[in-house]
């Protein structure tokens, strides 16, 4: 199993970033998908999770309404697009495979990707 983000770089505040995180290994179609986040000294952040079939989602809180999650399932792949982004949505970004569908629980992901970095500035 592997997965790759990309799709980070640097944004002003204000500003649009697209991510993509390529899946490959698996039966891509049969899993939810999920974009956590992990800024320099805090925790890893749940954002964003959809299911199998792109037609339901969950999102944090403090993304809602800014960012939209997607899949394509013919391309192996899941997008976070991020609009309105803010200096404080600053991390690295890093897709996962849910073992459970919609869940925001890290601990029932099994497969992590690399990480994208996004850095807002102000």
């Known amino acids: 199993v592997q997965l790759q983000a990309s799709g980070g770089g640097l944004v002003q505040a204000g500003g649009s970033l697209r991510l993509s995180c390529a899946g490959s290994g698996f039966s891509f179609s049969r899993y939810g998908m999920g974009w956590f986040r992990h800024a320099p000294g805090e925790d890893r952040e749940f954002i964003a999770v959809?299911?199998?079939?792109?037609?339901?989602?969950t999102y944090a809180d403090s993304v809602k309404g800014r960012f939209t999650i997607s899949r394509d399932n013919a391309k192996n792949t899941v997008y976070l697009q991020m609009d309105s982004l803010q200096p404080e949505d600053t991390a690295v970004y890093s897709c996962?495979?849910?073992?459970?569908?919609?869940?925001?629980?890290?601990?029932?992901?099994?497969?992590w990707g690399q990480g994208t970095q996004v850095t807002v500035s102000s």
């Open positions: 959809i299911d199998w079939s792109g037609r339901r989602t």
């Open positions: 996962a495979r849910s073992r459970f569908g919609l869940t925001s629980r890290q601990n029932e992901y099994d497969y």
